[in-house]
């Protein structure tokens, strides 16, 4: 159960490299992104800051699953503790004033499966596949 848990924290902690790939190097939305000539200098640094937070704290977890020997429940449990973070902070970064999925010059542009904007549907599976992890690496 261990490895499967490894596994999946490992899916997950590769994603947060997501956000590099989104804002600055996939044209739709990367135009939405670091790109967007409409957002000011510091609205780019602070996308800059959430690119680097979501790689910095996707190889954290890695390091931790793969470093560590034996893999013990208290390391993967802190391994899936930090890939959590940057979806987290995605999905409670709405709760700000001010604060939209989507600029609105993008809205007509952007599906929305099962009623969500797609960073959320992503954030909420990803979060999900944290938490069978987590519970496959207690029942372990």
């Known amino acids: 159960m ?3 848990a490894r596994f999946l924290i490992s899916f997950v902690a590769l994603f ?8 600055a190097v996939i044209p739709f ?3 939405m992104h670091l790109w967007n000539p409409k957002w000011p200098p ?4 602070h996308n800059g800051q959430t690119m680097l937070m979501g790689i910095l704290g996707g190889s954290l977890s890695l390091f931790i699953l793969f470093y560590f020997r034996p893999l013990t ?3 993967l449990l802190l391994s899936a503790a930090v890939a959590s973070l940057y ?5 409670l970064s709405s709760l700000f004033p001010g604060t939209d999925w989507v600029d609105p010059e993008f809205a007509a542009e952007v599906k929305h499966p ?4 797609p960073q959320q549907l992503v954030a909420y599976v990803l979060c999900a596949i944290l ?3 987590i519970i496959l690496a207690v029942k372990a």
């Open 73 to 75: 429940r208290t390391y």
């Open 87 to 91: 979806w987290l902070a995605l999905l």
């Open 114 to 117: 099962l009623g969500l904007n």
């Open 42 to 45: 510091h609205a780019k640094f």
């Open 29 to 31: 939305t990367a135009k």
């Open 131 to 133: 938490a069978l992890a």
């Open 2 to 4: 261990m490895n499967v």
């Open 16 to 23: 947060c490299y997501g956000g590099l790939l989104a804002d």
